[in-house]
């Protein structure tokens, strides 16, 4: 038995509702899950950082610990730039002079 029109045209504004509850969904949860994705992206930077950083402080530790007295005044040294590092200063900009070396 051949659909009606009327029949026809109830199930198209169904569907078309449909499509339009979906659509508004997908639309509503887009900065959420964009948001998500940043946190994520975020985190992943974070932990690559931190096993760069502790690469370094294991490196310098290693060569801090195996320096023979006579070497003493470069492991004071080597002790401040790890501390240095540990500060995270920021460098210095364009146009700033080093303390000391300025011009005379």
């Given amino acids: 038995m051949p659909e009606s029109t009327e029949d026809s045209s109830q199930v198209v504004r169904e569907m078309a509702a449909?499509?339009?509850a979906t659509n508004l969904?997908?639309?509503a949860e887009g900065p959420a899950f964009y948001t998500n994705q940043a946190y994520s992206a975020s985190n992943d930077a974070a932990a690559g950082w931190r096993s760069i950083n502790q690469?370094?402080?294991g490196k310098i530790s290693e060569s801090i610990v195996h320096t023979s007295p006579s070497?003493?005044?470069s492991a004071g040294l080597m002790t401040a730039l790890l501390i240095k590092n540990q500060q995270s200063t920021a460098p210095l900009t364009a146009g700033q002079l080093v303390p000391g070396?300025?011009?005379a």
């Fill in 71 to 73: 070497e003493g005044a």
């Fill in 25 to 27: 969904k997908v639309v």
């Fill in 18 to 20: 449909s499509v339009s």
């Fill in 55 to 57: 690469a370094l402080v």
């Fill in 101 to 103: 070396q300025g011009p």
